[in-house]
T-cell receptor, first 115, second 109 residues
């Protein structure tokens, strides 16, 4: 069973479109994250949710909006896609409360390409 | 930039040799973690060292932490071709995590 699963795995779309990436974890974790990995492999945290509550919101354009319908799901919606949004987006989850730093479990990523 | 730094950026060794990667970070931490990323895959957690620990071992992995220098190192002993991957350190302060720039390790059979 996949612990953290993201869909789709690949996403190719035109500039200006709106798209969503879904993430689900079956580990029973309370905290979920979205990361962006650019072409140089730099990995930056975008958002973190603990038990459906937003706890980290890095400097990310407000075109990016995370949504957590329940603690097992954290989806990422992106409006008005731009060329610079091309990257690999990773979802991750971890156990413990908002003050602990447990190991994170990553999905396999969504490769977003903007034409 | 809050990005941690790792060196070397790339490392190529023969199977059986040891590989050492270094990581520097910029803020206080609760713990520091190391992850491996195979090409086209997500990151996999390797080892966690708490801020009050100086050294930790797990199988062929040895991690050291020097909080006074804000640095950590990962040693992989007796490397195998399957160890070929990118390795990232991640400094953790509560839920805030900052990843290093990564070291790309190639182990030649």
């Amino acid at each position: 069973d996949t612990a953290v699963s993201q869909t789709p795995k690949y996403l190719v779309t035109q500039m200006g479109n709106d798209k969503s990436i879904k993430c689900e974890q079956n580990l029973g974790h309370d905290t979920m994250y979205w990361y962006k990995q650019d072409s140089k492999k730099f990995l930056k945290i975008m958002f973190s949710y603990n038990n459906k509550e937003l706890i980290i919101n890095e400097t990310v354009p407000n075109r990016f909006s995370p949504k957590s319908p329940d603690k097992a799901h954290l989806n990422l919606h992106i409006n008005s896609l731009e060329l610079g949004d091309s990257a690999v987006y990773f979802c991750a989850s971890s156990g413990g409360d908002r003050h602990s730093n447990q190991p994170q479990h990553f999905g396999d990523g969504t490769r977003l390409s903007i034409l | 930039s809050q990005q941690g730094e790792e060196d070397p950026q790339a490392l190529s060794i023969q199977e059986g040799e040891n590989a050492t990667m270094n990581c520097s970070y910029k803020t206080s931490i609760n713990n520091l973690q190391w992850y491996r990323q195979n090409s086209g895959r997500g990151l996999v957690h390797l080892i966690l060292i708490r801020s009050n620990e100086r050294e930790k071992h797990s199988g062929r992995l040895r991690v050291t932490l020097d909080t006074s220098k804000k640095s950590s190192s990962l040693l992989i002993t007796a490397s195998r071709a399957a160890d070929t991957a990118s390795y990232f350190c991640a400094s953790m302060l509560y839920q805030k995590v900052t990843f290093g720039t990564g070291t790309k390790l190639q182990v030649i059979p």
